[in-house]
Structure formats: C-alpha cells, structure tokens
C-alpha cells in the first residue's frame, strides 16, 4: 500500500494538535486573568407529591456548580440532591425538598449556590403531579387515541366521497391539504422554537431546530426519491402520515405536560381543541390515494397508526418525563418532513394539472390553498392562549 505524502497528512495533525492545546490552556489562564466560572441553573421538570417538591435541575455554567441551599417562600429548608456530587455542565440532578405544599396555591423556590448564585423557580399554581402506574399510562394512552387516532381515521373515512371528484374536485382537495400541511410547517416550527427557548443554552435549541428541520426534509427526500422518482399514491400518502404523526406526537407533548403542571383547564381545552384540530389532517393523507382504483382497508389502518400514534407516546413523554431539548429536536424532524411532503405534494399537483390542461384551474388551486389556511387556523383557536 503507498504510504500518504507528508503534505496530505501534515495539516490534520497541526489542526489536532492545535485544538488540543486550546483545550488544555484556556485563554483566561494564558492572560493570567482569575474570572469567576459563568453559573446557570434551569429546571426542567417539577413534581409534587406526598414527599414534597422533587425538582430536575440541569446546569449549564461553565464550571461544576454546587447547590449549597434552598429556599422555598423565604425559608430555608433541608434537602437531598442526587446525585450528590456538583452537578457538571449539561448534567443532571434530582432535588428532593420535604416541602408541605399546599394544593392551589403559588410557591417560590430559590436554589442558592455556594459561589452566592441565585437561581429563582416559580411554582404558580401547585398541584399534585400524576404519579407513574399502570392506571395512569393506560389513561393517558386512551386520550392519545382519542386525540390522535380517532380523528385522523375519521377524517380518512370520507375517502369514499372524495372518490367521486372530478379533476376539478381533486385540485382542490389537493391544494386545500397543501394549505393544510403549510399551516402545519408554520405551527411546528414555531412550537420548536418555544420549546427550544426553554432548554438549556449549551443546546442551542433554535439552531437545533432548524438543523433537525434540513437534515429530516433532506433524508426523507433522499428515502422517497431513492428509485429515481418522485413518491405516488400510497408512498406520498406515508410520508404525509409520517409528517403529521411527528406533529402530532408535539400535540401529544402538550397535552401531557399541561396535565403534569396541574393546569387542568389548559389540557382539557387542548384535548377538545386538537381532536377537532386533527379531523382535517385525514381528508390530507387520503388525497393522494383518490387515483387508486381499489384502497385496502389495511393501508387506512396503517395511514391512521402513523399519523395518529405519536400523539399517544406524546402524551406519556410530555406527563412523565418531559425535556425541552429532546421535545424541540422532535418538533425539528416533525418540521422537515411536512416540508419534504408539501414540496412532493406540490410537485405532485403540477403534474397532474400539467396533464389535464383544463382551464380556471389556478383560481382553483388559490381558492383550496386560502381554504386549508383558513381551516386550520380556525381549528387553531380553539388550542391557543
């Protein structure tokens, strides 16, 4: 084997070896300059229960911070912290404060550092956190089929009324559910960028988004695309269950993590309001098949799994164990890939009218595009305070 010439490998090892060195002698200490460490703590998770306040606290200073005491309503109280060590950038640490809460009413928690860093957490309304059984995952399982499965499916059953459309008809149930999938884009788009605020900086979790966003839409391009031609019929069908699955999986996030913050009311009102919300979302996943002469009734139970299911596992993420971060990156890839179906979906659409070369159709394709926006955000009222 012919060994490398000396000037291909010479520019990796310099690149190596200088990063290395920025590694070791930070830049603070090569100025002599004695700056104290950035300290920053967020907590990402709040349970309230019999044994009082258990928090999940994530820090992202750039030194190990050392929680010294708590305070809760201007009292200092004992706690337990595990682990016990100081908490190192980006990890995680359990608080266990023997609090008496008292239910429906406001708490304030301070974490107080050893370095003299005060970091504040508001408990607004305090009420009990649902506990992790057997029961209460079956219950939420069922409100997640209820808001994800049953509506996408009973959407997907008026299939036999769209079948009797014309071209005419088919354009705009087409474009009516590119309008759909825009509004979709807009909203998970921006429910990532809220949740990214959330988490911890060191994240980036905006950029996150975003990154997830491309590579998602890029990679379902490349999947769908992979024979040399674009996706049809029940393939276009599966990517756009797949898109609206990965938002609704965000619903689901929602739904449970207003339930786990004891805001009864919110996750009451969001249930009814995305149930209805996802009613629409099936008449999108059934346009592409209208050309099928015959549509097994396997492939809708298939459709309606994807695209209804994640609300399910939303919801059990988003009431037990909820992470902005993670919930952002979801929302990111759930971003992309209704992108990669409305960019298929449209490219789709201008075939086909290409091949009818009926007239009036672009007035057509405006009027369904407007009517999806408008359904949507119609719908969307319902979930939005």
Known sequence: MKALPWRWVLPPLLLAGLAALLLT????????????????????RTVLNDQGITLKVRAEGSAPMTIAQVQVDGAYWAFTQQPPDPIRRLATATVQIPYPWVEGEAHHVQFLTNTGVVVAHPIDVALPTPALSLATLLGYGWLGLYVGLVPVGLGMLCYPYLKVLGQRGLTFVLTLTLGMLAFLLVDTLQ?????????????????????????????????????GKPPEGTALSTYMALGI????????????????LGEIALGSFLVIGFTLHNLTEGLGIVAPLLRKQKLRWQTCVALAALAGLPAVIGLWVGAFAFSPHWAALFLGIGAGAILQVIIELGTYLQRQLHLSRLSGLAGLSLAGFTTGLLVMYSTALLVKF
């Open 191 to 227: 429910e990532g960028l809220e949740l990214a605020g959330k988490a911890a900086a060191a994240f980036q979790g905006q950029a996150l988004v975003w990154f997830a966003a491309t590579v998602a839409c890029l990679a379902l391009f490349a999947v769908g695309r992979r024979q």
């Open 25 to 44: 002698l930070s830049p603070a200490r090569l100025l002599n300059l004695n700056a104290p460490p950035l300290e920053s703590l967020i907590v990402e």
């Open 245 to 260: 699955g990965l938002h609704n999986l965000g619903e689901g996030l929602a739904i449970g993590t207003a339930f786990a």
